[in-house]
């Protein structure tokens, strides 16, 4: 039950991030909020494809998750237009 709850708080916690690195590619906090939680399976799975080991730790989880929400803000934005 607490890694489920890790997670979710890192997913948020990732949203939030990407939205403030997306300079006007953000939702809105709570839409940010909402794709980072999906940002952390999409980042894992991006490293995964790339060979590329995230990290362990908080740290490395949120990294992770981060790239993940950026990038589905990004692809996302595309759509808002």
Not at 23 to 48: A, D, E, T, Y
Request: charge should be positive.
């Amino acid at each position: 039950m607490e890694g489920i709850l890790l997670s979710l708080l890192i997913g948020c916690l990732a949203g939030f991030c990407a939205g403030k690195l997306m300079k006007g590619g953000g939702f809105g906090l709570l839409m940010n909020i909402i794709l980072g939680l999906f940002g952390g399976l999409v980042g894992g799975w991006l490293f995964g494809l790339l060979g590329i080991e995230g990290g362990g730790g908080l740290l490395g989880q949120l990294g992770t998750a981060i790239v993940g929400a950026v990038v589905i803000l990004w692809v996302a934005s595309f759509f808002k237009k």
